[in-house]
């Protein structure tokens, strides 16, 4: 997704900068130093150039310059060459920042530092997210990998777990069970899998379903779910059986900024009841 900015093609933005020195500091940063990869976000680079750090803090780009430095403007541009944003340096500042929150166009960004029309210096790194499901549980059988509340209410929610092993922030907008679960996320079920204003996320803080969970580059969240996908009712979904039962369900997370589904598939098994709502549940990925 582009950010709304005045439209800047990238001829446009050199085309200001007619006749200054290009100077390439990204081997300089990469080296020792930091350009937004997980890990890396709080390590300053050593580098002579006016650049010393070009990093990823949370949803913010944040550029550090030296002491020496002697630019008055740093401007960001987009993968697709338009200009994101530009900050203006006064003078005896050593950082600028460009928040990017997580409606960004995935890809390679470019960082420009201005002295007027006079010299220039430029480095340039990947701002993309890249989200990946660790692990999965149901409250039922892993209450102290919950919140503190209600033992009915964990018992038929689920926790999973999302790393971002990218160079760049993410928000899960969607959480689904697809498939054979007592409460599906679809029209077997619950019926929110087509709904853009229902998330599936529950945030123990608030005690209510938030509409996105951020997930920052480097970071390992757990997500809990808040339609009670593991709840038995009658007429809907997977019910217990007088015999056992195995099948298969689809974890999916929809996220903002890739625009894409993660999924996991998972084979649940149902131990043998002569109650609809009173068999035991255990899940493992397929």
Known sequence: M????PHL????????????????VAGCLNNG???GTPGDETTPSDTDGPLTRVAIEETTLVVELSAEAN????????????????????A???????EIGTAYEPGEYRVVALKGEGSVVETSLPIQPSLSIVEMG???NQPEKMWVGSSDKISKEAFVTVENRGSGPDAV???????DVPYPSDEEGTNYADNDDVSGIYDPESDTEVESVVVEPGEQITLYSYRSPFAFIRGEGTSCKSEEQTSEFELILETRVRAEEISKTYSIQYSASEEFDNCEISISET
């Open 2 to 5: 582009t950010r709304n900015t």
């Open 9 to 24: 093609s990238r001829r446009n933005v050199l085309r200001t900068l007619a006749g200054a020195t290009l100077a390439s």
């Open 33 to 35: 130093g930091s350009s």
């Open 71 to 90: 630019v008055d403007q740093v401007n960001l541009i987009q993968p697709n060459g338009e200009l994101f944003g530009k900050r203006d340096v006064a």
């Open 92 to 98: 005896g500042a050593r950082q600028v920042s460009f």
């Open 138 to 140: 149901i409250g039922r």
């Open 173 to 179: 907008t969607k959480l689904l069970f697809i498939g």
